[in-house]
């Protein structure tokens, strides 16, 4: 038979064929015993096939394909697109998916406490100043906020195995010669409905065969397509925690929760549960028993299974308890299995501190708490020694231990005019001089009697009773202040200003610091270093002699003069013009180039006028200072205090006169 095509059978032909293919889908459907199935293609048939991709729908609550009668139908609530990323989700698991309220505070257990007494009897001071907290080893994980669980942001990922279940989210997209994003959620029969497919049997399906099973299924009905499909909302699991938990009872978590996952829900194991006997029981099975140190110290989580619905999660009674404090890289209390030894306790702290006595521990045993107390144990050999609950370990710290000093090497540095400047390493009993003559001795322009000596020992002395110093002063000032009576506003005013000149000078005072100069007793002329040990740290300098002398302070041109020899220091005083008015000649004092002092006030007595250092023969690199007068009065102050002795005093005795009469 000849065929003759035009433009317009061009255009039916595909509406044709399709209708064919429809009707004959329909007939068979009929034969296999599939009614339904047949309606819902004959009515897509009588609707007419378009001429690009069928679209579905999603399925809604009434007149889905394959529904049954007593079975749950899909969630028909209104989803948008799921590619817009902003679908809305079934709260399966109500507040399962955000931090649980009212977390538990951490409460410690009596060993805890117990041992936190003895650590801080010998405690290194922290650098926020508050002591070292000992813990159970792990507390701060579970504990803690539930970050894993409830952050907003916590997706998993599903593993192949996961075994679809009835309440789990499908995300499923069809594309070709169909146009569909669906979000179908598996039924209680265990089924999801897909328009114009029917139900497709999921329930107990892997994750990584999901996919062929669904495409398997549409294939019977439509051809040309390609799929893709993952896990949406995940089902919600009812878990039960027993035990020693901080809080025991029903934990509802997501179908992906692991058995590390659902007991940080529960709080985590509380003070007198076990960290090292967690059990996951199915029915009458145990399934796995979960150690979390090995999370803990190696981050093995081969035993940490994925839970299932009405498992039971039990958290067993704590074990031995050992404590390691003192200079370890993880001081905390630790749960021992039997037989685990000193050297399983320093492996589970991190292992010795770098400043830490490697050679020997200390032991201090209850039962012994009433005899020896404390026991010394020697490192390695007493490592495999077993340990017993109750045990407290301490690890010595060697960088605090005073050393004896005689028995060290010095490390000390030497500048100045010497041949060879620089630090040295000196043995036990070296001494300054021994110390001159390993830096090739002095040079010409050495200045010997202005050598600046710095010990840092010293420095640590100066410092703490320079700061005494300044409390007391500053308690004796304020107590001066309080106690003094005022009799008038301008006294209130002067005492007001007295008090914030006296913190000012406080203050500036305590800006100072000293730097621990030792004053080595030498001759201006022709002497030579002590014999003085060496200690760790301390400097030497030796300067070139110097050729002025300075003068400062209340002079009317301060300044450093040329030094010539035969002259006293009034002869520098002149050539600075001289104190001023307002200096206080009598406290004029001289430092030295060997940093002594020479005051005025020390050679006053009853034969000696006061001041009268001037007459001393000026040295190489002195500094006169003449200080300024503090207290200072005019004349007509002093006339005005005077004229109101007198006046009170007249009224005085004409009071007394009148009172004879």
């Known amino acids: 038979m000849n065929l003759t ?21 329909t007939l068979a459907l009929l034969v296999s015993g599939h009614p339904a199935r047949a309606q819902a293609a004959a009515q897509a048939e009588a609707a007419g096939s378009p001429s690009g991709p069928i679209r579905l729908r999603q399925p809604t609550q009434t007149g889905m394909p394959g529904a049954q009668d007593g079975q749950d139908s899909q969630d028909g609530r209104s989803r948008q697109d799921s590619r817009d990323g902003q679908s ?10 955000r931090e649980l309220p009212n977390t538990p505070k951490y409460r410690p257990g009596e060993f805890e406490i117990y041992v936190q007494g003895l650590a801080a009897l010998q405690a290194t001071p922290q650098p926020d100043g508050k002591p070292l907290e000992i813990r159970r080893f792990g507390s701060e994980l579970l504990t803690g906020p539930f970050a894993s669980m409830s952050a907003p942001n916590y997706s998993p990922n599903v593993p192949p195995d996961y075994l679809l279940q009835a309440g789990d989210e499908l995300v499923l997209t069809l594309w070709g010669s169909i146009d569909a994003d669906l979000r179908l959620v598996v039924d209680r029969s265990g089924r999801i409905n897909v328009p114009r497919v029917g139900p497709i049997m999921v329930s107990g399906v892997k994750y990584a065969e999901l996919s062929d099973v669904i495409s398997r299924r549409v294939a019977l009905v439509f051809k040309n397509f390609q799929l893709s499909v993952s896990l949406g909302q995940l089902r919600g699991l009812r878990v039960y925690v027993t035990g020693f938990v901080q809080r025991p009872g029903v934990q509802v978590v997501s179908s992906l929760s692991t058995l590390a996952q659902t007991l940080m829900r529960a709080g985590g194991p509380s003070a007198s549960g076990s960290f090292r006997m967690v059990q996951l029981r199915r029915g009458k099975d145990l399934v796995a028993t979960f150690d979390l140190y090995d999370l803990l110290l190696k981050g093995d989580r081969e035993a940490d299974r994925v839970v299932q619905a009405e498992d039971v999660i039990h958290v067993g009674a704590i074990g031995a308890q050992v404590a390691l404090i003192g200079s370890v890289n993880r001081p905390a ?11 399983d306790a320093l492996r589970m702290a991190g292992g010795f501190a770098a400043v830490a006595d ?34 407290v370990l301490r690890a010595f710290n060697a960088f605090t231990v005073a050393l004896p000093v005689e028995r060290q090497n010095k490390r000390v540095r030497i500048d100045g005019e010497v041949a060879k400047p620089g630090e040295y390493v000196m043995p036990a009993h070296s001494s300054l001089l021994d110390l001159l003559v390993r830096a090739g001795g002095l040079t010409p322009a050495a200045f010997l009697f202005g050598a600046e000596f710095n010990r840092e020992s010293v420095r640590l002395a100066q410092q703490q009773n320079y700061d005494r110093a300044l409390r007391d002063m500053e308690t004796d000032m304020a107590r001066a202040s309080s106690s003094k009576r005022v009799s008038s506003s301008d006294d209130a005013l002067a005492q007001s200003a007295n008090v914030q000149s006296t913190n000012r000078l406080v203050e500036r005072l305590r800006a100072v610091k000293p730097s621990g100069r030792v004053v080595l007793q030498i001759p201006v002329e022709g002497g030579q270093l002590p014999e003085m040990a060496l200690e760790d740290g301390d400097k030497l300098y ?8 300075g003068v400062f302070g209340s002079v009317f041109n301060s300044g450093s003069y040329l030094y010539t020899g035969g002259k006293v220091l009034t002869d520098y005083l002149r050539q600075s013009g001289g104190p001023t008015r307002g200096a206080d000649e009598s406290s004029i004092f001289v430092i030295r180039a060997n940093g002594g002092v020479v005051s005025g006030l020390d050679s006053a007595g009853w034969f000696i006028k006061r001041g009268s250092i001037g007459s001393l023969p000026a040295e190489p690199g002195d500094t006169i200072f003449v200080p300024e007068e503090i207290d200072k009065s005019t004349f ?15 009224i005085g005795i004409a009071g007394i006169k009148s009172a004879v009469k």
């Open 636 to 650: 007509v102050q002093t006339a005005k205090d005077w004229t109101q002795i007198l006046y009170q005093l007249g």
């Open 542 to 549: 030796i300067p070139p002699k110097p050729t002025v002398v």
């Open 358 to 391: 490697t050679t020997r521990l200390a032991i201090e045993r209850l039962d012994e708490r009433n005899s020896t107390r404390v026991n010394q144990i020697d490192l390695p050999a007493a490592g495999n020694q077993t340990l017993r609950s109750g045990d």
């Open 88 to 97: 809305q989700r079934p709260n399966w698991l109500g507040d399962a998916d």
């Open 333 to 343: 209390i630790f749960e021992l299995k039997p037989d685990e030894t000193v050297d």
């Open 5 to 25: 095509f035009n433009q317009t059978s061009a255009r039916t032909l595909p509406r044709l064929l399709g209708t064919l293919a429809a009707a004959s889908l």
